[in-house]
């Protein structure tokens, strides 16, 4: 599996991944669709769109998207709070020039093992940064997108609509089992990690291990 980064984009957008395996393509996030995203995709088949939270620097630029592939498929983790269409809790309103409102539809993304195309992978529920936040396990390639739940030396702020240290605690807990050296870890705005690393740098994932968090 192919991984291309694409993070020249404005101020306030996260990270996009496009997952290429032969002719298909899955993308993780779109906080803004640039035109070198838009080229990438002219190559191959687009099966769909995986969002993992609803931040607007990680949705912004679904609307247009939609323009280009108005049957594409947008995987989402639906919770009872409201992120996608209001501006409040996906933050627009405190951070962006404009209210982002996305009132696309989307198919819900539940806990255990998807695929998508050509794509398998396993959805594992972390909020903490947000109720909806998710973070996307490729087993076979040993590579993980966790958004903004978890980045190489910290972890997602907890003072945002629907943030939780509890529930951040717990998903900490929860994620270190996916852990091993080699695991190779895509957040949505910092550069990549791996396992080792992150057990060394992190020092939530070193509270975690040591049994001090």
Partial sequence: MEIKVFNKFPLFSAQSYLLVKGEKAL????????????????????????????????????????????DLKIFYNQTDINFLSNPINNCSRFADKNDVVINE????????????????????????????????????????????????????????????ISDLEKSLKKIIPYINDELIIYCGHDQATNGKRICQENQYIKDILNKTF
């Fill in 27 to 70: 993308l993780i996030d779109c906080g803004y669709l640039s035109d070198e995203l838009i080229q990438a995709l002219k190559d191959v088949t687009l099966c769909g769109v995986i969002i993992t939270h609803g931040h607007f620097d990680h949705i912004r630029g679904i609307d247009n998207l939609k323009k280009l592939y108005p």
């Fill in 105 to 164: 539809e989307t198919i819900s993304l539940s806990e255990g093992i998807h695929a998508v195309g050509e794509f398998e992978f396993e959805v594992i529920y972390t909020p903490g940064h947000t109720k909806d936040s998710m973070s996307i396990l490729f087993p076979k390639e040993n590579v993980i997108f966790t958004g903004d739940f978890l980045f190489p030396r910290t972890v997602g702020r907890c003072d945002l609509p629907t943030s939780s």
